[in-house]
């Protein structure tokens, strides 16, 4: 069975009514986009869309990480002067990762200092999936995660895949609009191999042998969101 975070809605600065009405239609957009072309592993929550300001949708555990198999549904609260300042993103159940903290936030640079209003949802939630392939080391939410992700990848591992059975196992039949993109989820985010795959790479370049599987080396100490940020501001 799933369980769930307390809910929360974080706090909104004073509302403009013209700013909303710009940030509504801006929206509206990307949720029709949303709807339309779906980032890979991504769909819509089990409600309709009632509130443009605040929905949820679905991330499934993605392939080749401790995560497949788990349902992850995540709230979504946009400000009233969306696109200016970034939306807010929290897990609703609990996620073990060195970059999602107790609150079910992920800690992104985008949603601070780096933010552009060229980014859409569909670009965040991109984002995520690739953190959950990939983590951010250089800077974790839990400390005590990034370490044992590092030193001790099979312990977390292990914990990470037993936290997702336990609190993220629970089905959600997502709820489609009539012009919606109904089918599988894609197979895979644009990615370098899985993350272990690539930790033996790098032992072996390290060790100077050469890797079979071909990853391109020169790119291990990039992370995938990095990389996933410079394709789209690109």
């Known amino acids: 069975m799933g369980s769930e975070l307390p809910a929360a809605a974080p706090p909104q600065p004073k509302r403009s009514t013209a700013a909303a009405a710009v940030a509504r239609r801006r929206i509206g957009r990307e949720l029709w986009q949303f709807w339309l072309d779906p980032p890979p592993y991504c769909r819509p929550g089990p409600s309709p869309v009632k509130d443009h300001f605040h929905w949820e949708v679905v991330i499934d555990g993605p392939a080749a990480t401790p995560y497949a198999g788990g ?11 969306y696109p200016f300042r970034p939306p807010k993103l929290f897990f609703k159940t609990k996620v073990y990762h ?15 200092d780096n933010w552009s209003p060229a980014f859409t949802i569909s670009k965040l939630l991109l984002g995520f999936v690739s953190v959950l392939f990939d ?4 800077h974790p939410t839990n400390r005590c ?17 037993a936290w997702t059975q336990k609190h993220s196992s629970t089905p959600i039949v997502s709820h489609y609009p009539p012009y919606a993109v109904i089918g599988s989820t894609p197979p895979a985010v644009p990615h370098f191999p899985a993350t272990a795959a690539r930790r033996k790479a790098a032992a072996s370049s390290a060790s100077g042998s050469v890797s079979s599987s071909r990853i391109p080396l020169l790119m291990k100490d990039e992370s995938i969101w990095r990389r996933t940020m410079k394709f789209f501001q690109g």
Request: proline share 9%.
């Open 71 to 81: 349902v992850f549904p995540v709230d979504v609260w946009f400000p009233y002067d």
């Open 98 to 112: 060195p970059n999602i903290d107790g609150r079910g936030r992920m800690a992104l640079d985008i949603f601070q």
């Open 135 to 138: 983590p951010l080391l250089d």
């Open 145 to 161: 995660i990034a370490k044992q992700y590092k030193h001790e990848y099979e312990v977390y591992e292990e914990k990470a895949r």
